[in-house]
């Protein structure tokens, strides 16, 4: 029986193996015309211009490789000024904490940045960390590229945080 069984894998293994070697890529040659500029160079199959189904398939595989380049990330342009964004959170309590996000942007740039908690009611503990530590992060920084993390040791409100600059990024 075990010698069955290899015999088994022992096919498996060589059909794998022809079929891997049927499907092997085409050469590829690269051949540099005369140019202006030394650096380009065109990237064809082997007997692309002799074999017209090589050029079909070299065209199909140009639009699937072109089909999986994801687009770059959104570009935002965020108005010079002042803008602001509501954002919440709730704690493990299931107390449900109000910000206000005030950010001053110019050039794209941060230059100031103000939270509101509650309101304007009294700041908790995990909300004084975050005050004394988000200015330093966020300031002097494109506001596309602000994305906190556990600031001051509060990341409910880090999360928050960053959820009101994303409203202010689609306000733009």
Known sequence: ???AIAAVVLVIAGAAFILLQSSAPS?????????QNRNQA??????????????????????????????ESEVFVVADGVHTAESSYFTPNRV??????????AGGIVTAAE????????????????????????????IEDINLSRVGGASLTSESFNEAVQTILQQA
Do not use: K
């Open 1 to 3: 029986m075990p010698y």
């Open 27 to 35: 050469e590829t040659i690269v051949i540099e015309e005369p140019t």
């Open 42 to 71: 065109d990237v064809r199959p082997a007997d692309a211009e002799v074999i017209p189904e090589l050029r079909e398939n070299q065209d199909t595989v140009t639009e699937l490789n072109e089909s999986l380049v994801t687009p």
């Open 96 to 105: 449900r904490h109000d910000i206000v996000v005030t950010l001053t942007v």
């Open 115 to 142: 939270v509101e908690y509650d309101g304007g009611g009294p700041s908790t503990p995990s909300n004084a960390g975050f005050d004394t530590a988000y200015r330093a992060v966020v300031v002097g920084q494109p």
